[in-house]
């Protein structure tokens, strides 16, 4: 059975009282807390201990899974795992210039507190959510040569969001901007394992794919994987949660 009010679920998350509305410093300074996130997940781990940015803590930040950036053609709508996070906060925002100016600010602390830099698990929930959004994020990357980030996304390699993305990949390198095209036949995708027979069934398309190595047990956790943000890993898959 899918969860959650059916209302709720066509259009944000099932878990209302989670969401925080960031449009200004006042509603940051009643939320009170941080929008990036030092990881507390299990699944991704605390501290990257393999690869180039071994040493690095990892932060996260989650939108407001559907309502956020979250293209409707996503294979998961209905299902989205948020669905299982009852305790997460979300962040919403109508303004997105507000929203990333308190991002740098954060970004900018963070950065002197960790002299080895951070690395970003972009987006724990929701999805890039406009052009202005995503070019922040490289400016961020060009501003900080010690910040990388990796992700996923829904939107699609052709889609206007997608070219941006894109765009961003190709000028600062996947090694620094790993988002990979969700349930995507492109190089540097992470699909689902039900997905993989489109997959297969796409002309042309013959993808190496590595099964997440947390869900098989091979590892701990995405910090000490690194798969993920490896280049030369075509594609990831899962299984649905
Ligand atoms: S493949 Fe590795 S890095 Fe990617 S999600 Fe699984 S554990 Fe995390």
């Known amino acids: 059975m899918i969860k959650g009010n059916a209302e709720l679920r066509k259009y944000t998350t099932i878990y209302p009282k989670t969401v925080y509305t960031i449009n200004s410093w006042d509603d940051y300074r009643a939320y009170g807390s941080t929008l990036l996130k030092q990881s507390n997940n299990s699944k991704l781990g605390k501290v990257v201990s393999k ?10 930040l989650s939108l407001v899974e559907r ?16 669905n299982n996070m009852p305790f997460a906060h979300r962040f919403k925002t109508d ?12 970004l900018h602390n963070l950065t ?12 724990v929930l929701g999805d890039f959510f406009s052009k202005e959004y995503i070019n922040f994020w490289k400016i961020i990357l060009i501003l900080y040569p010690k910040i990388s980030i990796y992700g996923y996304t829904a939107h699609t ?41 489109r997959l297969i069934a796409s002309k042309n398309v013959s993808l190496k794919s590595i099964q997440c190595l947390e869900q098989i047990d ?20 899962f299984y649905t949660h």
């Open 51 to 60: 690869g180039a940015f071994k040493g690095k803590p990892l932060y996260s």
């Open 67 to 82: 309502l956020m950036g979250c293209p409707k053609n996503c294979h998961h709508w209905g299902a989205c795992y948020g």
């Open 95 to 106: 303004s997105g210039l507000a929203f990333t100016e308190i991002l740098r600010d954060e």
């Open 112 to 123: 002197k507190k960790h002299k080895q830099g951070i690395h970003i698990r972009l987006h």
């Open 157 to 197: 390699p052709h889609s206007h969001l997608g070219l941006e993305i894109k765009n961003v990949i190709d000028k600062i390198g996947f090694d620094r901007f790993a988002i990979r095209f969700s349930n995507s036949t492109i190089k540097l995708s992470a699909n689902s394992t039900e997905y993989k027979p």
């Open 218 to 237: 091979k590892v701990a956790n995405c910090v000490s994987c690194a798969l993920c943000w490896n280049k030369k890993v075509d594609n990831v898959l």
